[in-house]
């Protein structure tokens, strides 16, 4: 008799999880991990993506900041994840092709260990200084670092920062030492106490606002062409032929995402992103609404990794240092 209650209790058992298996999709909370942390533009872009998400998929999308390696951390996190459809990553495509560079670790594959879901936006890197800088503009900035017996700090957060740093350094002869920080709110708030007198950075509304004051100015852009983004920042490859990069934003998926879900979540997306005003309101965060298919994103990752490691052969960079 006990067996046989045994018996149907374990019936019973996957009977329920056969019920919980069998729920639609969501049933639970989503998390949306962001491997920066709090105050920096990438945060304020993804609150505002789980705010508008949460009604459009009928459950709390919450944002978990992983920050940490560069940004390594997070997107690790999101990778090991159970591909469910209850964990979703922002991040830029650079942000996947870097781990490898950081983490040493040959088990990650920037193209592989993580999918794509939807494309939301791009923006250029900017070259900014404190107001104590004398210098207004790149010319300006180049003319006074010449001057600088012991070089110039350039502050940023993350391995494509310091990329940029050591291919502008190479390209102008100048001495840039890179000074790497966790993200755009410590980058700036070192700007700000003295520590640094330029970096380097993704706009921001904090950004715009300590520009609007005088406290902060913008010496340059990486786009090849000058951004709304950063107003009256002229493209350092006006200067440095072929110094162009912009930063591509997507949301990712732990790779074995159901394609229902991964669908679901894109077409709500792109319906946040087509609202009205919407294209104004994410300028204000410091990106440029630009939406793409997950095929377009993989191509890119594919392009932005290939031209690191072009890069790397003839700049000398050593991570971690």
Avoid: C
């Avoid at 469910?84 to 991040?91: E, I, P, Q, V």
Wanted: hydrophobic share 45%; proline share 9%.
């Amino acid at each position: 008799m006990l067996e046989r209650r045994e018996v149907l209790a374990g019936l019973a058992a996957l009977a329920v999880a056969g019920r919980s298996w069998a729920q639609p999709w969501p049933a639970k909370p989503i998390r949306l991990i962001l491997n920066f942390p709090p105050g920096g533009p990438t945060d304020v872009v993804s609150r505002y993506l789980a705010q508008k998400l949460s009604p459009l998929l009928g459950q709390p999308v919450v944002v978990d900041n992983r920050s940490g390696g560069a940004g390594a951390v997070g997107i690790l996190a999101a990778a090991n994840s159970a591909p469910d459809g209850y964990t979703f990553l922002y991040t830029a495509t650079t942000g996947l092709v870097q781990v490898p560079l950081i983490t040493k670790d040959a088990s990650f594959d920037p193209l592989r260990s993580i999918v794509p879901v939807v494309g939301i936006g791009t923006t250029p890197i900017a070259l900014l200084a404190h107001e104590s800088l004398p210098a207004s503009d790149f010319p300006g900035f180049v003319e006074w670092a010449r001057k600088q017996k012991g070089g110039v700090d350039i502050g940023g957060g993350g391995p494509i920062i310091q990329i940029a740093t050591a291919v502008l350094s190479r390209e102008t002869g100048l001495k840039l030492i890179y000074v790497a920080y966790r993200g755009t709110a410590p980058v700036v708030q070192a700007a700000l106490g003295g520590e640094i007198k330029a970096f380097f950075s993704t706009p921001s509304p904090m950004i715009t606002e300590l520009m609007k004051t005088g406290r902060l100015k913008a010496l340059g852009v990486t786009s090849a062409q000058p951004s709304r983004l950063v107003p009256g920042a002229e493209p350092i490859a006006r200067h440095v032929p072929g110094y162009e990069q912009d930063l591509t934003y997507a949301l990712f998926a732990p790779t074995g995402i159901p394609p229902s879900v991964a669908e679901r979540v894109a077409a709500a997306v792109l319906q946040v992103l087509s609202g009205p005003g919407e294209s104004e309101r994410f300028l204000e965060f410091g990106l440029s609404l630009n939406p793409l298919p997950a095929a377009e994103v993989s191509r890119i990752a594919a392009r932005d990794a290939e031209t690191i490691r072009k890069t790397l052969e003839t700049t000398p960079v050593k991570f971690g240092e």
